[in-house]
């Protein structure tokens, strides 16, 4: 996919939905960390980089009262939320996008481990790889960013995702993701993620994704 329309597709979901500036780039970030120590190739880490910061892409046909709503959202406008899989997925097809990691992500990023998430019911080796990965990521990020219903952020609500996310191991979550992303995130590998990309900051331009990414892991050490 040309990251020139990556980029494009990134700046008009921040310009929807504010809250995603930075959320986008620590989701990237996180899935590149789990990514280098999976081993995986130069190809797959661009397509995977590309599918974690589109994976909300969905979201640009959500109305924004909806997404900026501070209380909690009625049956039906969770209804509403629920389809941005579906119409991620969608816009990529008229896109030509045809990356299967790349859709991936897009589609299946909400399925649970045991089969209630949404929107298709997914359980278990029904959902593919990358996204069983990626649901403990985006998880992890939602439960320590801003959002309207959410203020809480920093060290604290980083260990208290960090426990959430153990207790949903084999439930909500695919056992091994869970070991790895907490074992990253309990030696300090992805503090530098946290830290310096955080809801206050001034986030570069993806297009520099890969710079920023090799700059700041260096300094996270082995």
């Not at 930075?22 to 397509?47: F, N, P, S």
């Not at 993620?193 to 710079?211: A, K, M």
């Amino acid at each position: 996919m040309d990251p020139r329309k990556v980029e494009e597709l990134v700046s008009a979901i921040e310009g929807k939905d504010l809250s995603t500036a930075a959320h986008t780039w620590r989701v990237v970030l996180y899935t590149r960390a789990m990514a280098e120590l999976a081993g995986v190739d130069d190809e797959r880490m661009r397509m995977l980089t590309h599918g974690a910061a589109l994976h909300d892409v969905g979201k640009l046909d959500i109305p924004r009262r909806i997404l900026a709503k501070p209380g909690r959202l009625t049956p039906e406008e969770f209804e509403v939320i629920k389809q941005h899989p579906v119409t991620g997925l969608a816009r990529m097809v008229r896109l030509n996008v045809e990356d299967p990691l790349i859709l991936d992500l897009i589609r299946y990023h909400h399925e649970r481990w045991d089969g209630l998430g949404y929107p298709y019911g997914y359980a278990a080796a029904d959902i593919p790889l990358a996204a069983q990965y990626f649901s403990v990521i985006d998880t992890f990020d939602a439960l320590t960013s801003l959002r309207p219903y959410r203020q809480q952020v920093g060290e604290r609500a980083a260990a208290e995702a960090i426990i959430e996310i153990k207790s949903g191991a084999g439930a909500r979550y695919a056992p091994d993701a869970v070991e790895m992303f907490t074992g990253l995130f309990e030696t300090g590998r992805l503090d530098w993620i946290l830290h310096y990309f955080n809801d206050d900051c001034r986030v570069p331009v993806y297009g520099d994704v890969e710079q920023v990414s090799r700059a700041y892991a260096r300094r996270a050490g082995p």
